[in-house]
């Protein structure tokens, strides 16, 4: 958050023609929940504190219920555009200088300049039960904030750090690489080596720089064989038309060795169990910061593809995933050399299939988890 964002009082609404165009909370109302994306590419989701706004038309002023409101984009000419439940739109100039949300860290007060779009969301944060199911079903969460060295650390409380690998990649029998100013003789299969962690700006804070294509990371224990799970992470990609992993764990057998990933044939997304594949042509990807969720149920096998909290595919698996071992990020098999070339960040694994509300909620807020965990600010 920036300095677009303050906290506490910073400005009186606007008035206009005597009255105040954003109206007061009504007690006893069910709480509606939306998400703020701000011009510097934040997100912030919370309950805001009015009941409606106000909106000057052609035909007068009109106070339209937050509740009523699927979208409402802001302009530059301090006018906005509203899309309403029911299919109507609304255009007119909007009455409020400051959008105050009440959210998991507290009110915060938001100027209308910074803002691009309102949205309402299907998820109430705070102190929710929706806050609380993420962080009890969370067993990997590496948000990069303050790690250092080979290790990344698991802020979820489950254990599973993280070591950062550099993959030797085979030119010749007799070529040489140098590694952390070491000269290494390749070999075909050779092993990975150690390698300090990069940071870089991210989604949220800071992120991990998987530039060049030959770090990834390496994670102990994570048990997802016949479990429910939801893989997930932000991704901003700088080559396409190749191979890039996201999660691998596995053996090659039917249903044992998981991918997801962006597969370099199409730049679709994907998810596979090996010999079980289900690729999404409805979302293929490019060189922009995405959300990219992956959630799997054994109720019914389904598995699911979310970009940015929309779903884009789904089907039904032929059996539950029954693999295990290493769990690798940014690298697919221990045997394949490619690796991601781009940036990570807040990298989760769930021990559930997350619902379509809660990736939604995670794609809209890139700090819910860590606030919901009480990570520091970035």
Not at 77 to 104: H, W
Not at 164 to 191: E, M, N
Not at 323 to 340: A, C, E, F, K, Q
Request: with cysteine; aromatic share 8%; glycine share 12%.
């Amino acid at each position: 958050m920036n300095r677009m964002i303050s906290r506490g009082i910073m400005l009186a609404m606007w008035l206009m023609s005597g009255a105040a165009w954003c109206g007061e909370s009504v007690g006893g109302r069910a709480p509606i929940t939306v998400a703020a994306d701000l011009t510097d590419g934040s997100h912030v989701v919370g309950i805001p504190a009015a009941t409606n706004v106000g909106l000057r038309t052609v035909v007068g002023i009109i106070d339209v219920p937050f509740a009523e409101i699927t979208s409402m984009t802001l302009r530059g000419d301090e006018s906005a555009v509203v899309d309403l439940a029911n299919g109507d739109r609304l255009s007119g100039a909007y009455g409020f200088g400051i959008l105050q949300l009440d959210t998991l860290v507290g009110r915060v007060s938001i100027e209308a300049r910074s803002i691009r779009t309102i949205k309402r969301v299907p998820v109430i944060v705070g102190e929710s039960a929706a806050a609380g199911e993420l962080k009890k079903d969370l067993i990997l969460y590496y948000p990069f904030e303050d790690d250092r060295g080979g290790v990344v650390r698991d802020r979820s409380g489950a254990g599973h750090d993280g070591r950062v690998q550099t993959v030797i990649t085979v030119v010749s029998d007799d070529s040489a690489l140098t590694v952390d100013g070491v000269s290494r003789i390749l070999q075909q299969g050779g092993p990975s080596v150690s390698h300090d962690i990069v940071l870089s700006d991210g989604k949220a804070g800071m992120c991990c720089d998987l530039t060049g294509g030959h770090r990834f990371l390496t994670v102990e224990g994570v048990d997802l064989a016949r479990r429910s799970f939801t893989l997930c992470l932000w991704a901003k990609l700088n080559t396409l038309g190749r191979d890039n992993f996201f999660f691998f764990q596995g053996s090659e057998s039917q249903d044992c060795r998981l991918h997801a990933a962006i597969f370099k044939e199409s730049n679709e997304p994907g998810i596979d169990f090996w010999g079980d594949p289900l690729h999404s042509p409805n979302a293929r990807a490019d060189t922009d910061w995405h959300f990219w969720a992956f959630t799997y149920s054994t109720t019914d096998r389904n598995r699911r593809i979310y970009r940015d909290g929309i779903l884009v595919g789904e089907d039904t698996s032929h059996g539950d995933y029954a693999g295990s071992g290493t769990l690798y990020i940014g690298r697919g098999t221990p045997d394949n050399p490619v690796v991601m070339d781009g940036r990570i960040d807040e990298v989760m694994v769930f021990k559930r299939c997350l619902k379509e509300p809660e990736v939604r909620a995670l794609s809209i807020d890139p700090t819910l988890a860590a606030r919901a965990l009480g990570v520091p600010a970035r």
